[in-house]
């Protein structure tokens, strides 16, 4: 089936405009993105402030992250087959309902244990944000699209690191630290409203034309059957996306919970200065979101295989990244917002790509497992830089072993999944 961008029929007979609502179901899915992250950044702008109030040491603050990034990982696994389960409309209204109460409850908490639990218990809700979102994605854009929509949803993620060194300084200055999780917590309610309103499956939407149902079902279709764990769990594929993200998330979780503390360290600022510059970082990091989903489906829709421009793409962005290995050694603060915010871009650019790859080679049907099932060795990749920055932080004070490891990790795992996959081709599974 084939389709088109312009007025005029379908190949099957539907004529009319292709509609643009599923660029609203993006939307959505980019602010519930958003709202994840910033949920889970405020501990990182608040860091300075409770290791001041609370006593905290690096292993602490370390153990603490340990704790979300592993129930982010156990979460991963359990959501990614919720969703392909239950379906993405109520699946992520579980799991924003999950991650919306457990950011309130941290302003309840006093000690590391009880962070560490309320830390446990977001963890587990926000790890379903993704998995649905790649899902939705699936069932909303044709092939063509898809690297885009990601890259869009993905930047959400920006966006939400972006307005948290905004919003929180703001609310601790006026009303004290607890009322920042109160607050940003509140804002996942008001989301769920809307969502359970609009979303539906694009046959089940009446806002929805022929034409655009059209377009939006120009892939062939899904064979019916659920997939187990059997069948993704021994494949090449599902290995390359898991090992992709084990090697490289690490780094993104770095910039979430460590960025602002680096700055504090490295350049004497505090709560109330280093705002700007994590705001340039997620700035640029928003244009390497859709950029790298756009380059890609741009080389697509000019001729490219799937293969060639996804791997070109994610190519550029290791590259990209080298440089942050001497960001710690810039004398300059603006010099070092630029390279690290290249390689901020650089990471959303790759990563809307290596999630788009699951879609890419997966029927709808099994992309949340998969993606659960992966990204869980993300979140795994997480715990083990979070223990690594504690310690060099505690012993060392210096963040220069973390950033050499940042500045090569890409290109190792570029290698890493073209060995795996060689090819990205569409895989038949078991039901």
């Not at 457990?102 to 446990?120: C, D, E, T, W």
């Not at 009446?206 to 993704?232: M, Q, T």
């Not at 594929?237 to 084990?246: P, Q």
């Amino acid at each position: 089936m084939t389709d088109t961008t312009q007025d005029g029929p379908t190949q099957d007979g539907r004529g009319g405009r292709i509609g643009r609502y599923r660029w609203v179901i993006c939307a959505l899915l980019f602010f519930a993105i958003t709202i994840n992250y910033v949920d889970r950044q405020v501990l990182g702008v608040l860091k300075p402030v409770l290791e001041a109030e609370l006593g905290w040491s690096e292993i602490d603050y370390a153990n603490i992250v340990f704790w979300f990034q592993a129930a982010y990982a156990i979460g991963l696994l359990t959501f990614g087959r919720i969703m392909d389960i239950v379906g993405t409309r109520w699946g992520l209204a579980a799991a924003v309902t999950i991650w919306s109460v457990a950011a309130m409850l941290h302003a309840g908490a006093r000690s590391v244990i009880q962070f560490s639990i309320v830390r446990f218990v977001l963890g587990l809700g926000e790890a379903g944000g993704f998995p649905a979102s790649v899902k939705a994605v699936s069932e909303w854009f044709p092939k063509k699209e898809r690297a885009l929509a990601t890259g869009i949803f993905n930047a959400g993620s920006n966006v939400g690191a972006l307005l948290t060194p905004i919003l929180v300084p703001l609310i601790v200055v006026t009303l004290g630290w607890r009322w920042a999780f109160i607050l940003t917590g509140i804002t996942g309610f008001i989301w769920l409203a809307v969502w359970l309103v609009v979303y539906r499956l694009p046959q089940d939407q009446p806002r929805v034309g022929a034409a655009e149902l059209a377009h939006i079902e120009s892939d062939p279709v899904d064979p019916p059957g659920k997939v187990g764990w059997r069948a993704i769990a021994f494949r090449r594929e599902t290995w390359a996306f898991l090992l992709g993200k084990f090697i490289t998330d690490p780094v993104w979780w770095l910039f979430l919970f460590w960025l602002p503390d680096f700055f504090v360290k490295t350049y004497d600022m505090n709560i109330l200065t280093f705002g700007p510059p994590l705001i340039a970082i997620y700035l640029l990091a928003d244009v390497g979101s859709v950029g790298g989903g756009w380059l890609s489906s741009r080389m697509i829709k000019r001729g490219w295989s799937v293969n060639r421009a996804r791997k070109a793409t994610m190519l550029l962005c290791a590259l990209a990244v080298t440089p942050i290995s001497v960001a710690v050694f810039a004398d300059n603060l603006l010099v070092a917002v630029a390279i690290i915010g290249l390689a901020a871009a650089a990471h959303q650019g790759w990563s809307a790509n290596l999630y788009t790859i699951v879609s890419d080679v997966y029927p709808r049907r099994a992309v949340a497992t998969v993606v659960g099932f992966g990204a869980a060795g993300g979140a795994i990749g997480g715990m083990v830089i979070s223990k690594f920055a504690g310690w060099t932080l505690q012993t060392t004070g210096s963040y220069v072993p973390l950033l050499l490891f940042a500045g090569g990790a890409y290109l190792v795992a570029l290698g890493v999944i073209h060995i795996l996959t060689p090819r990205l081709t569409p895989v038949t599974l078991e039901t």
